[in-house]
């Protein structure tokens, strides 16, 4: 019975989400597809559990060029103790000033576009990478749990929320507590934000793409090879298309052209050969 109970819960969610969020899913499948028709990026970021959205838009069967998944290992778990570990990723998750140093190894620019994902909405990751997207010009979408605002208090000392800090802020409907079905005991189990992220995730690829392939802009799209009449080549040609948009884009700068040079010229000094 509790496996239905799940799936009938997680039906219900889809359907709130199809039935409330449509409006916003489609302004924000615009900015995505403006984006990736000029010639720019969208990026993707999510910690924890979160990542997980970001992992399925690309590469995955039926996704296309144009999006720029934004990792950090130390933001995702790989063991649930120690190194890698739970307890470690939630400290760094929550400690600001850490997304700051992370994107300084991106090229985020003006006219890009970053969706953000994160069920609460309030760790210091992802509100920092919207702060940083914001202060460098991006368009920022989330989707997070806006039923969270109601029950919490910022934990940011900008004060706010991660949907406070979007231009299309998503609801992914899902309460706060995450976990949809009663077993009787106070803690419910069986959680929905990952089933509802990708979804809305795969709503926004599929409204962009719809959008990309009316103005005949559509980006090489990642096929399965099952599929008839696909070359035998066409992957190959997608990951090539992919490694010219990630590595088409010079890295960013973030000393000033005097330090820069200082530091240079130091290691320069200290590596100069004996004669």
Known sequence: MSAEKYLEKVQKLIGKIQKTQMMKIKRAGKIVAEAIASGHRVYLFGSGHSV?????????????????????????????????????????????????????????????AVIVF??????AAPIEVALEAR???????????????????PAHSSGKFLSELADVAIDNCT????????????EKIAAGSTVAAVSVAMALLAEAGAILARQGKLPPTFVSPNVPGVAPDHNDR????????????PAPRNLTEKSSSAVYQKSSKKRKPKR
């Open 135 to 153: 202060n460098r010009g991006l368009k920022v979408i989330t989707v997070s749990s806006h039923q969270n605002l109601k029950v919490s208090r």
């Open 52 to 112: 997980i959205p970001v992992m399925d838009v690309f590469p995955r069967y039926g996704s296309f060029v144009g999006f720029y998944p934004l990792y950090d290992p130390r933001l995702m778990w790989h063991n649930v103790i120690g190194p890698g570990g739970a307890r470690e990723l939630l400290w760094i998750e929550r400690k600001e000033g850490y997304a700051r140093i992370f994107l300084q190894s991106y090229s985020l620019q003006p006219g890009d």
């Open 238 to 249: 997608v990951y090539q298309a992919f490694t010219e948009f990630f590595y088409g884009r």
């Open 175 to 186: 309460p706060p507590e995450d976990a949809l079905v009663d077993v009787g005991k106070p």
């Open 118 to 123: 994160s069920h609460g909405g309030r760790n």
